[in-house]
Each structure stands twice: as C-alpha cells, then as structure tokens.
C-alpha cells in the first residue's frame, strides 16, 4: 500500500470550530516526524455567551456542523480523527459521551480521541483522585464537565469557570490570568489539575507549572494528541513537551 510521502507514519484529521486559533498551533507544535495534521474548521460564528442559554445554542450549533466538516476531511482518507474540541464531549456525563464518539467514529470510518477521554487516560496514568479542574465555559458546561469526571471515579475538589464571553474570547485570556487561577486553586489535597476548552492556550503554561507546582498539570490539547498518537502506536519520546511525551 502507497504511504504519503510526508504522512507516511499516520495523517491525522483534527476537527476544531472556526473560531479556534489554538489548537492548530498547539498540535503542530507536537507533531513528530511522518505525522500530518489535517485541519477541518466546524462553521461556528463568533456568538456572544453571556449565560447557560448561550452557552447550550453555542454547543448546538457546533454539533450541528460537526459531521459535515468530517466529511470533508473524509475525503483526504485519514487514518485517525481528532477532536479539536471538548465541551461536546463531556456532555451527559461518560456514558453519553462515549455513545457520541462511537457514534463519530462509526461516521469517519475511522477512531477518535477526544480531549475529555484523552485527560481521563492522562489522570489515570497520573494516579489522580482529587482534581482541580479550570475551564473557559459558562456553568451549564461546567456541570457537566465535573459530571464527566466524576464518572470517571475523579473527585472534582476545585473549580475555576471563567465563564469566556465569546468562542474567541476564550483565546484572549492571557497565560498570567491563568497561573494565578492555577496557583489559587492548588493545595496539598489536589493530586491535579486538569484544563478544559480546547481554545484557552495553556499547553506551555501547564509544563511551567507543573514544574513549580510538583504535580501534574494537564492540558487537554496536549493530553488529546498524546493519545492520538499512542492509539496508532506512535510512542515516540521527546522533551520539551512533559511527562506524557517523555515517558509513554
């Protein structure tokens, strides 16, 4: 069989909203050699999000467009799909959420992470059981973020919704703004800290405190590429980018 002259080892489709200028950067920052990231951008307009209401017809309207956007990267036959978006996976809790990615997988003909099973997997290998969980959404997301954890047998100790006013609005908020809700949220009961909304930069800020802080600190779009990339058998270890990548 043909490979790709440069995806020779795996060509990955990530799906992320239009509106999201973080994952696209972050994921090509951790693509090692023979990879290709294929993006596909989920029509979404900048909607304002100014409560739960908001927040639901936000999440509906990416859902809405979701498959048409993997059909469009379909058409670049992938071997593996990507989630470049979270908040559709926590919804319902675990359970829910698990029938909704069989479902998108079954419709891409090929697996799929997401960022929610993806931090799950990397909680686990962390053996955490309290966690402290920041997330750019409004409380109805909230809810059911900790629902998805809690499922997941986690005890979610800690909080920090800062409730982002619009889908681009989540990548302005800035990396001091976020150590302070980090370093505000830690204590001695957190085994760690996990970060949602695949649109708030937090991958290099996540490695810095993890360091300071001397536990882990997970950001999902380094957790959701970490698992991609263990599911088609890449195990390729580097440095520069944590634990996740140096040592699994």
């Known amino acids: 069989m043909s490979k790709d002259a440069l995806g020779w080892r795996c ?17 090509e920052a951790l693509r090692p050699e023979g990879v290709t990231n294929h993006f ?28 048409a956007t993997v059909d469009r ?17 926590f919804w319902d809790g675990r359970a829910a959420s698990e029938r909704r990615m069989q479902e998108l997988s079954e419709h ?4 799929v992470s997401a960022g929610s099973f993806a931090c799950e997997a990397a909680l686990n290998l962390a053996g955490a059981k309290r966690i402290g ?4 959404y409004m409380p109805v997301s909230d809810r059911n973020v900790t629902r998805f954890f809690e499922d997941c047998g986690f005890t979610v100790a800690k909080f920090v919704g800062l409730r982002c ?20 949220m ?53 440095a520069g980018h944590g634990p996740l990548f140096e040592l699994h």
Request: with cysteine; proline share 6%.
């Open 11 to 27: 060509k990955f489709a990530v799906v992320a909203p239009s509106t999201n200028t973080i994952v696209q950067p972050d994921m």
């Open 40 to 67: 596909g951008r989920i029509y979404v307009p900048n909607m304002p999000v100014h409560n739960d209401d908001d927040f639901v017809a936000l999440v509906e309207a990416i859902g809405a467009e979701l498959y």
């Open 73 to 89: 990267c379909k058409t670049m036959a992938p071997d593996y799909l990507i989630m470049g978006m979270s908040a559709l996976m």
């Open 108 to 111: 891409a003909g090929v697996p």
């Open 133 to 136: 969980v920041i997330s750019p």
């Open 165 to 184: 006013s619009s889908p681009i609005a989540i990548a302005e908020v800035q990396r001091e703004t976020l150590r302070q809700h980090l370093l505000e």
């Open 186 to 238: 830690d204590d001695d009961g957190i085994d760690a800290l996990v970060q949602v909304g695949t649109n708030l930069s937090m991958v290099g800020l996540a490695l810095e405190m993890q360091e300071s802080l001397g536990k882990p600190v997970v950001a999902i779009n380094a957790a959701t590429y970490w698992h991609a990339l263990r599911a088609v058998g890449i195990a390729d270890q580097f």
